[in-house]
């Protein structure tokens, strides 16, 4: 509990913390305070029209920022705390800065259920927001040993139980009685459709021209090369449920889930790029089916192996 009360004094005096959340870790501030908001976009290198995902204890406490429609109510009972992020319409002169939204008129908001997340969250009297904890365009980070590699001791790190989750949350939109998938995550199309009885929308917002939804993203240094193409350069391999059969030894080979479960592939897909990326420069990564949890570990896994000039658009 020190830890806790000594991140919860740094982020009531404006500095930053990173800490575990389910999904990956976050760097946050003090949503409403827009130095320490600032120091955010200066550490991670993020460029300043990229809006950060705001995090709450409670759902309760979003109403003095924010409006909760309908559909939002919905989706937040079935699931937060958790690994979902709703983009909500900002409520008018609220103390979120504004460097936040990135002068959207748009909030994201997030209830996590990470027991040092809630601990945290419940200690402070602000939301914190958070993007995750890693400089801008590289591998999302899912453990305290991959935020002090990218940020050293420059910022406080609360360490806590690994992330169950693995990969960023689904981010949604709802307008009236439809869902827009803005990025997928765990919690599933199939999951949210099952909920709302209708197809969700094909993403409509593509103009929010934001990192987490360019070309370029989680990128690694090295190339990867998607669904099993064939590659003789290759030095290393990335497997799902145990498909590459007779590779030369002494290869850098992970496999993501040998038992080919896609919740599992998640939880392992970015350690696994930052050990790669340490000793390959070329990675084959096996098809992943694409359903289920498995859309989200396509796109991120198709934003990573994506030319990195595409990340400066
Ligand atoms: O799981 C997560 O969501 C993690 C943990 C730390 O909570 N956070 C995270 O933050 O992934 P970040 O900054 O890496 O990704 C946030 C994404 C960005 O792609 C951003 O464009 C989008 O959320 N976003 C934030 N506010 C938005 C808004 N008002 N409208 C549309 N997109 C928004
Ligand atoms: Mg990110």
């Known amino acids: 509990m020190e830890n806790i009360k000594n991140a919860a004094n740094l982020i009531e005096k404006g500095e930053l913390v990173s800490f575990p959340t389910e999904t990956v870790y976050g760097l946050g501030a003090n949503a409403c305070d827009s130095d320490a908001v600032l120091k955010i976009y200066q550490m991670k290198k993020r460029p300043d029209f990229n809006p950060l995902i705001c995090h709450v204890a409670h759902q309760d406490a979003i109403a003095d920022y924010a409006v909760l429609k309908d559909l939002d109510m919905l989706l937040a009972q079935a699931f937060w705390p958790g690994p979902m992020t709703l983009i909500l319409d900002k409520k008018q002169n609220t103390k979120i800065s504004d460097l936040v939204t990135a002068g959207l008129n748009t909030v994201g908001f997030r209830v996590p259920e990470h027991p040092t997340a809630h601990q945290l969250l419940s200690a402070v009297n602000c939301p914190i927001a958070a993007p995750s904890a890693n400089v801008s365009g590289q591998i ?17 790190i609360l360490n806590g139980e690994a992330p169950s989750v693995g990969i960023e949350s689904t981010i949604l939109r709802c307008h009236d009685q439809d869902v827009e998938i803005l990025r997928p995550g765990s919690i599933t199309k199939e999951m949210i459709e ?17 990192p987490g939804q360019m070309t370029s993203h989680y990128a ?3 190339k990867l090369i998607l669904n099993n193409a064939q590659n003789d350069s290759a030095d290393g391999f990335i497997d799902f449920g145990g498909q590459f059969k007779s590779l030369p030894e002494n290869i850098p080979y992970v496999d993501l889930s040998p038992e080919g479960d896609l919740s599992e592939a998640a939880k392992n897909l970015f350690a696994t790029l930052h050990k790669l990326d340490k000793c390959a420069s070329t990675i084959i990564v096996a098809k992943i089916p694409d359903h289920g949890i498995g859309i989200a570990l396509n796109d991120r896994l198709k934003r990573a192996a994506a030319p990195k000039d595409d990340h400066a658009r």
Do not use: Q, W
């Not at 999302?140 to 406080?156: G, I, K, L, N």
């Open 194 to 210: 099952a909920l709302i009885g209708r197809p969700c929308l094909e993403r409509m917002s593509s103009n929010i021209n934001a």
């Open 220 to 222: 690694p240094k090295a």
């Open 140 to 156: 999302s980070p899912t453990s305290f040993e991959h935020v002090e590699a990218a940020f050293s001791d420059a910022v406080y």
